[in-house]
């Protein structure tokens, strides 16, 4: 194959990529917390000898898009909504991760978990407690926690020192390199955050994508057609 297909090669594979990260994208615009993603590509230029330079799209990197989703009430005494940059931090079976959802019950030892029984950290990195009897409960926006009317624990608010550190692991969870208290996030009780996602404009984008892959596809079928009748006409 010539230069002209591997350049093409390497535009076709980020695109694929970029497609699958569209679609996860559409099948998450639902998901309380989701944060939508997209693919950043780059070029790599390689100097080649008594020949022009040999340029190669890459387009292995992704960017998550921290943009502030709606809040939905909901009433629900642990629902959590977000307001500003921040997440919660959780602590799973793989270490600690940032999530911006927020739903979250009290477990059978008292402390507050997310649906699939991650412990919520306070500021100093314990689980959150809530006393198995108390009557009311409430969360002041600093993350206050208070049972029937007195202080108990503080919810903690994180955000990485570097925000091209945060790496993407798993449904709403996130990891990053090192964390810094995140001031100015605000809870609120009795929400929870949308997805971030605009269906109009994942459609819309992925239509772009499709369309750009389909164009690479005919230059390479278009290349592949020329080569061949070049190999024919010589061996005639």
């Not at 679609?23 to 989701?34: E, K, L, Q, R």
């Not at 903690?156 to 945060?166: F, H």
Request: aromatic share 6%; glycine share 12%; charged share 20%.
């Amino acid at each position: 194959m010539e230069t002209p297909g591997y350049t093409t090669l390497t535009r076709q594979s980020g695109l694929m990529r970029e497609m699958q990260v569209i679609a996860n994208n559409i099948a998450n615009v639902s998901t309380t917390g989701f944060r939508r993603e997209g693919v950043v590509f780059s070029e790599y230029i390689s100097r080649l000898k008594d020949e022009p330079s040999l340029s190669m799209a890459h387009g292995n990197a992704r960017h998550i898009d921290l943009g502030q989703a709606g809040l939905t009430p909901t009433g629900g005494t642990y629902d959590l909504g977000l307001q500003g940059e921040g997440f919660f931090l959780i602590d799973t079976p793989d270490g600690e991760r940032l999530t911006r959802a927020g739903a979250f019950t009290p477990s059978g030892e008292g402390t507050l978990v997310t649906p699939d029984g991650h412990a919520l950290l306070d500021a100093g990195g314990a689980p959150v407690p809530v006393p198995p009897g108390a009557r009311s409960v409430s969360i002041a926006s600093d993350g206050t926690l208070s049972a029937d009317g007195q202080p108990v624990a503080q919810i903690g608010l994180w955000q990485p020192v570097d925000p091209l550190s945060l790496q993407h692991q798993t449904g709403t969870l996130f990891s990053a390199t090192e964390l810094e208290p995140a001031e100015t996030a605000i809870i609120r009780q009795g929400f929870l955050e949308d997805s971030n996602v605009q269906p109009i404009s994942e459609i819309a984008r992925m239509i772009t994508v499709q369309r750009a892959y389909e164009a690479g596809q005919k230059f390479l079928d278009a290349e592949d057609q020329r080569q061949r009748a070049v190999i024919q006409t010589l061996g005639r």
